[in-house]
Structures are given as C-alpha cells and as structure tokens.
C-alpha cells in the first residue's frame, strides 16, 4: 500500500492537523515506509509460533484479583443529578 500526496494531505484535514508542504511530503515518505514494514511482516511465515506476551523472556508477577475499593455507589449516586432504579439518568443527546 502507498499513499499519495493528496492522500495524506486527507488524513491530516480529517485528524485536523494543520501541515505544511514539506511536512506533507516528509510524512508521505515516513507512513509509506511503516507501510513497507508493514507488509515485510505479514509476508513472514508465522504458522507454528505461539504469541509472547512480552519481546523479552520474562515473567510477569502476578497477584490475586480481589477488590480492595469499597463500593461507594450510594454516595455517588446521592449527588447525581438524576437516578433511577440504581442507575444514572441522563439527558438525550440523539434525536
């Protein structure tokens, strides 16, 4: 995959980031080469390897799951603006 100029010059108007020429044509050139990246690793044979949790050997420490905060609800809740039946009530926003 290539993006062309105007490509990126899209890209940019939607992620509304202002740029400049030279800033258009130098990350042309940067997001074309992590596309060329891209495409070297998914033509790499992967069948067979299972998938590490971490680039390095190494294991994680692990502790138990339990809850250490106490449930609060009913004090948040007494400062809501609106509940109803345990739950927030909140002004529709879509017509």
Not at 15 to 40: G, M, W
Not at 43 to 49: E, L, M, Q, R, S
């Amino acid at each position: 995959m290539s993006l062309s100029i105007d490509d990126v010059r899209r890209i940019a108007r939607l992620a509304r980031i202002s740029v400049t020429e030279n800033e258009v044509a130098e990350s042309q050139v940067q997001l074309n080469r992590l596309f060329d990246l891209i495409e070297e690793m998914r033509a790499i044979d992967t069948t067979g390897i299972a998938p590490m949790p971490h680039p390095q050997d190494m294991l994680l420490r692990l502790r138990d799951d339990v809850a250490t905060a106490t449930n609060r609800r009913e004090a948040f809740q007494a400062v809501a603006p609106a509940v109803e039946n345990g739950l927030y009530l909140v002004p529709k926003v879509i017509e």
